[in-house]
């Protein structure tokens, strides 16, 4: 399994603060929140 760039960004998002909502998540790393 290969982690990208934009799993990086996540996990450092989540480092931070690990209970970041997924919709304030999604709408920093750039993409539309899940359903």
Do not use: H, N, T, Y
Not at 5 to 12: F, P, Q, S, V
């Amino acid at each position: 399994m290969q982690i990208d760039a934009l799993d990086r960004k996540i996990l450092g998002l989540l480092q931070e603060d690990g209970r970041m909502s997924v919709s304030d998540l999604a709408g920093k790393v750039g993409l539309s929140p899940s359903p």
